[in-house]
C-alpha cells in the first residue's frame, strides 16, 4: 500500500515540473502584456479654478442669463441682462479680477445686477486662470514673517545654524542661466495669457454689437481693470467709448504697469479707488499726476471710503456713483 502510495506522489511531482520549469521570459512577457491600470489611465489636466466657478455659477443662476461665447478655441461663461428699457442706454461689459467669478459679491454682482435698472445692459465675463501666475511664489509681507533667535555665536551650533540661512540667501544668484530662462518663460506665459483675454473682450465686444448696443463700456475690478486698460491700450476698438476701473491693480509678472497704460488712453476714464488703502491711494496718485502731465481732460478719478460692516452700503455707493458718471443728469439752470 506505501509503496502504490509513493508511485502516486512521483506522477504528480513529475506532472508538475513542466509548469514550474516553464520559460521566464514567458511569464515576463504575459506580465508585461497584462494592462497596467496606472499607465492605461492617460493623465488629464485639472480643470482651471476658473472653470469649476463656472461650472457652478451655471447651477446657480436662471439659465437665461447664462451665454456662452467662444473666444478662439475656449467656450467661457458670460451673464447678460439686458436692460430694463425699451429704449437701452448701451451695455457695460464687466471683467472681474483675480480669483473673482462673473457674479462675485464684490462690485462684480451688485453692479451687473442693479446697472439693469439705470438703463444700461451688464454682461459679466469669466475670465481664464494667470498661467503666468501658476508658478508663483507665495508673497509673504514681511511684518508676518517671525523672528528667529540670533544664534549664540560662542556654542558649536552657531555655525551650522548660519548655514541654511546663507544657502537661502544665496538662492537664485547662483544660476543666471537659470533665472534668465524662468524668466523668459513667465514672459511667454504672460503674453498668453493676454491672447487669451483679450479674445474673450473681442467675443464680448462681438455678443454686444449682435444686440445692436448704442454705446459700450468696459468696467475692470481688481486686475480686470489692468486688462480692461491694456486692451484699449493695444486694439484701440472703436465701438468703446468709456472706461471704468474699481479698485484697479497690476497683475503679478505682467508688464507694462497699469500706471504706465492709463494716461495714454483716449477714451472718457472714471477710476475708483478707496482712500483707506495706502497702496490703492499711491498708485491712484500716480495715475493722477500722469494724467495731468499728459493734460487729459477726460479723466476722472473718485476717491470713496470703505464702510465695513455695511457691504449693502458700500455698494450701493459705488453703483450711485458709476451710474452718475455714465448717465449724468442734466443740471438746471437758474432762471434769470
Not at 13 to 32: F, K, Q, R
Not at 127 to 150: C, F, G, K, N, Y
Not at 276 to 300: E, G, H, I, T, V
Not at 304 to 326: D, I, K, M, Y
Request: aromatic fraction near 4%; include cysteine; charged fraction near 20%.
Amino acid at each position: 500500500m506505501s509503496t502504490l502510495r509513493l508511485a502516486l506522489a512521483a506522477l504528480c511531482l513529475s506532472s508538475a515540473l513542466p509548469v514550474l520549469a516553464a520559460d521566464p521570459a514567458t511569464a515576463t512577457t504575459a506580465a508585461e502584456s497584462a494592462p497596467d491600470v496606472h499607465q492605461s489611465e492617460a493623465r488629464q489636466p485639472l480643470p482651471e479654478r476658473s472653470q469649476e466657478d463656472a461650472a457652478a455659477l451655471e447651477r446657480q443662476l436662471p439659465a437665461d442669463e447664462q451665454q456662452q461665447l467662444e473666444a478662439g478655441q475656449d467656450t467661457f461663461l458670460a451673464l447678460w441682462k439686458p436692460a430694463n428699457s425699451s429704449d437701452s442706454n448701451g451695455v457695460v461689459i464687466i471683467l472681474p479680477g483675480a480669483g473673482e467669478t462673473a457674479d462675485w459679491p464684490l462690485a462684480i454682482g451688485p453692479l451687473r445686477h442693479k446697472l439693469p435698472d439705470a438703463n444700461w445692459a451688464s454682461l459679466s465675463l469669466s475670465l481664464p486662470d494667470m498661467r503666468s501666475e501658476a508658478s508663483q511664489a507665495r508673497v509673504v509681507e514681511p511684518d508676518s514673517i517671525p523672528t528667529a533667535p540670533a544664534p549664540n555665536s560662542s556654542s558649536k551650533d552657531a555655525s551650522t545654524t548660519a548655514k541654511p540661512i546663507e544657502q537661502a540667501a544665496s538662492v537664485g544668484t547662483e544660476n543666471p542661466d537659470a533665472q534668465a530662462q524662468s524668466d523668459e518663460a513667465i514672459e511667454v506665459m504672460a503674453k498668453a495669457d493676454a491672447e487669451r483675454i483679450f479674445a474673450r473682450i473681442d467675443a464680448a465686444l462681438a455678443f454686444a454689437q449682435q444686440q445692436h448696443m448704442r454705446s459700450i463700456v468696459l468696467l475692470g475690478h481688481g486686475t480686470g481693470g489692468y486688462w480692461a486698460t491694456r486692451y484699449l491700450n493695444e486694439k484701440h476698438p472703436p465701438q468703446v467709448q468709456k472706461l471704468i476701473l474699481v479698485s484697479a491693480q497690476t497683475p503679478a509678472q505682467v508688464q507694462p504697469d497699469l500706471n504706465q497704460l492709463t494716461p495714454t488712453l483716449s477714451v472718457a476714464l472714471l477710476d475708483v479707488f478707496y482712500k483707506d488703502k495706502p497702496l490703492m491711494r499711491k498708485a491712484a496718485l500716480q495715475r493722477l499726476q500722469a494724467s495731468k502731465r499728459m493734460n487729459r481732460s477726460n479723466f476722472n478719478q473718485l476717491g470713496l471710503v470703505a464702510t465695513p460692516g455695511n457691504r449693502e452700503g458700500e455698494q450701493e455707493q459705488l453703483f450711485r456713483r458709476v451710474r452718475g458718471w455714465l448717465s449724468p443728469q442734466p443740471v438746471d439752470k437758474p432762471s434769470p
